[in-house]
């Protein structure tokens, strides 16, 4: 079946520092890749997604690049700030609507 | 656009009982899908229902069941509750059609269930 794997955290940074959150995962065909964003007390906020092999999903200075030789979408960002503090989900779906999430990783930024 | 509302955003219930959780998509949406959140288990997929029928199921047991109505909102209930049906539910809805489309999905708050 499919899954979808992400570091485990938590991730403690300083602002301004560089972010990086790997994922990979495994699926039949030719998923489409998203990542998510769980702030305290909240549902799901879509923060990117990319669905075809070598798309770039970015926002919010977040960008990921679907690479499909070695089954990644690792999340990044330049330059986090306290607001990126937050949990960050990597999910695919294929073939359906049925997202697989990842574990989440847990991002806590310190000013 | 309005998002995605679920109502209640919280619920406390006791084992036994029986819940139900309401969604309304995105203006335009038809599909609709459910998720539990635990801290255990994480995120994991309940059922997703198109155009009022039921087109991919989860591996939950039977006590969960939903519907969708012909204005694409959506209901899921819980019949005899468990100490472990606590959990953060999450409504999501999507543009796909009956054949492809954008099956990009868009998250509710969620209703915390608590089960004491």
């Known amino acids: 079946g499919n899954s979808v794997t992400q570091m485990e955290g938590p991730v403690t940074l300083s602002e301004e520092a560089f972010l990086t959150i790997n994922c990979t995962y495994t699926a039949t065909g030719y998923p489409s890749l998203f990542w998510y964003v769980q702030y305290p007390g909240e549902g799901l906020q879509l923060l990117l997604k990319a669905t075809k092999a070598d798309d770039k999903g970015s926002n919010k200075g977040f960008e990921a690049t679907y690479r499909k030789e070695t089954t990644s979408f690792h999340l990044e960002k330049g330059s986090v700030q306290v607001s990126d503090s937050a949990v960050y989900f990597c999910a695919l779906t294929a073939a359906g609507n049925k997202l697989t999430f990842g574990g989440g990783t847990r991002v806590l930024v310190k000013p | ?116």
């Open chain 2, 1 to 116: 656009k309005a998002g995605v509302t679920q109502t209640p955003r919280y619920l406390i219930k006791t084992r036994g009982q029986q819940v139900t959780l309401s969604c309304s998509p995105i203006s335009g949406h038809r599909s609709v899908s459910w998720y539990q959140q635990t801290p255990g288990q994480g995120l994991q997929f309940l059922f997703e229902y198109f155009s009022e029928t039921q087109r991919n199921k989860g591996n939950f047991p039977g006590r969960f069941s939903g519907r969708q109505f012909s204005n694409s909102r959506s209901e899921m209930n819980v019949s005899t509750l468990e100490l472990g049906d606590s959990a953060l539910y999450l409504c999501a809805s999507s543009l796909r059609a009956l054949a492809g489309g954008d099956y990009t999905q868009y998250f509710g708050p969620g209703t915390r269930l608590t089960v004491l």
